[in-house]
C-alpha cells in the first residue's frame, strides 16, 4: 500500500532544480568525475534510518569508463538528490525496495533514457519522481495508489521502450511470414505455368 507523500509539484521542481554536484561526472567514469554516487547514497540511506549494504554501495561503484557508466550512476545521483527531497529524515516507509531501485530499476531506465533529458523534457523529471516516490512506498500527495500507478505507466519510458520492442518484434514476424508465404506462391506457381 502506497502512502501518501509530497506534493509531485514540488518533487519535479526540487529535480529540476539539481545543483552542480549532483549534476556531476560520478567518479571512475571520466578524468574529471568527482561526484561520489556510493556516498550519496549512503548518506541518504542515513538520513533516511537505513544502512546502506556493502553490496548495494559495490554496485554503485564505477565499473568502466564509458558514456554508458557515466549516465547509469548519474541516475543514481539524481534518484538520490529526488529521494533526498521527497522523504523526511527517518520517515521512509518502506525501504524494501531502495537497494533494487538503485541497483536494477535505475540501470534499466539508464540503458533506455539519457540522464540528460531530466533537464530538457518535464515527463522525465515527472517519471523520476513518480520511480522515486513509488520505491519508498509513497505515492504523490492527493492521488489514489491506482491513479498513481496508472500516471507512472502513461510516463514510463522503460515500458514504452518494451511496447516498442514488441510492436518491432510482431512487425518483423509478419513480414517474414509475408515473405514466406509470397515465396511459397510463386514456387507453387511456377510448376503450374511448366504444365500449360
Do not use: C
Amino acid at each position: 500500500m502506497l502512502v501518501e507523500g509530497p506534493a509531485l509539484a514540488a518533487l519535479v521542481r526540487h529535480i529540476a532544480e539539481r545543483p552542480p554536484a549532483v549534476r556531476a561526472d560520478a567518479e571512475g567514469t571520466t578524468d574529471k568525475g568527482v561526484a561520489r554516487p556510493r556516498a550519496v547514497v549512503a548518506d541518504l540511506y542515513a538520513r533516511l534510518g537505513r544502512t546502506a549494504t556493502p553490496a548495494l554501495l559495490d554496485a554503485l561503484a564505477a565499473r568502466e569508463r564509458s558514456p554508458a557508466e557515466r549516465n547509469r550512476l548519474a541516475w543514481v545521483l539524481a534518484a538520490a538528490h529526488a529521494l533526498d527531497g521527497a522523504v523526511a529524515p527517518g520517515a521512509l516507509p518502506d525501504g524494501a525496495g531502495l537497494d533494487r531501485y538503485f541497483t536494477e530499476e535505475l540501470a534499466l531506465l539508464a540503458s533506455i533514457i539519457s540522464v540528460d533529458r531530466l533537464d530538457a523534457d518535464e515527463e522525465r523529471r515527472e517519471e523520476l519522481a513518480r520511480r522515486s516516490l513509488r520505491a519508498v512506498g509513497l505515492r504523490p500527495a492527493g492521488e489514489s495508489a491506482a491513479d498513481a500507478e496508472d500516471r507512472l505507466r502513461q510516463v514510463d519510458s522503460v515500458e514504452r521502450a518494451r511496447l516498442l520492442a514488441e510492436a518491432a518484434e510482431r512487425e518483423k514476424r509478419a513480414r517474414e511470414v509475408r515473405e514466406a508465404m509470397a515465396k511459397k506462391a510463386a514456387e507453387e506457381a511456377v510448376p503450374k505455368v511448366g504444365r500449360e
